[in-house]
């Protein structure tokens, strides 16, 4: 007979988390929108600087195919249990793209709140920050 401490049940639940982060990249990737909504919950909202605010799900795919990567390279991926079936997963992102023709931030710290729901775990909001050299720190 198993038995499960509440630290491996952490540490099954943040692998659970880790395999969903990995499909959701991998559906964006193949810019498979449906594998994408379907590990989002329906009222899943993103904040970043190309939807000018918080998106649904809908607004995000209109926006897509404005926008082009050729670096996307995340790191230092963290993630906190926040309460059960609710987690904290936060990452920086190393970045080279564009959006209608601008250059995207460089360096985002990006934060995503996971919830689970019927047993599986889905991204009920995005958030991106620019975390790229502010110039006043950095003088020509």
Not at 1 to 19: H, L, V, Y
Request: net charge negative; glycine share 6%; charged share 20%.
């Amino acid at each position: 007979m198993a038995s499960f401490s509440p630290a491996t049940a952490g540490q099954d639940a943040i692998a659970e988390i880790r395999r969903a982060i990995d499909a959701l990249d991998g559906a964006f990737e193949k810019e498979d929108n449906a594998a994408i909504q379907a590990l989002l919950t329906p009222e899943h909202r993103a904040v970043a600087k190309m939807y000018a605010g918080a998106a649904d799900i809908q607004r995000q795919f209109q926006l897509f195919p404005e926008v082009s990567f050729s670096l996307y390279s995340p790191e230092n991926q963290a993630i906190q249990l926040l309460a059960d079936g609710v987690a904290l997963a936060t990452h920086e992102i190393d970045l080279k793209g564009e959006f209608r023709g601008q250059a995207l931030p460089q360096r985002l710290y990006v934060s995503a709140i996971w919830v689970k729901r019927e047993g599986r775990w889905l991204q009920h909001f995005y958030q991106e920050t620019d975390i790229g050299p502010w110039p006043a720190l950095n003088p020509p």
